[in-house]
């Protein structure tokens, strides 16, 4: 069994889990981490009992994540967004249409190469 930390504010589904086991080779075990982060030390601890790391997380974190996983492999779910036939209506009365998230697949970061600056 594989374990992977999964660092995202919302629970993974049952076909992210599904295809997560598939990518791995093996069923995975969740290490959860549903709590907002604001710096990636946060999760240094939970990095050497872990085989892979799936996020959801902005890209400058992103890139910090990446200089401190080592060998582990960095992944992301793809979704699609599905119309559900259903409108929303927001606080102000306007209406707009209801999507679903469908996973699709899962890819592996390799880098990322953010610079900014503060205006």
Known sequence: MKKVLWISRHE??????SDLDRVMGDRVELISLQNTIHNVDEVRSSLPIVDAVAVVLPPDMLQQLLAIV???????AVSNRKPTGRMLTLQDGRQEPEFAFVHVYWEQVLSVDIRTRRL
């Open 12 to 17: 993974m589904t049952p076909l992210q889990k």
């Open 70 to 76: 080592g060998d582990k492999p960095v992944l992301r």
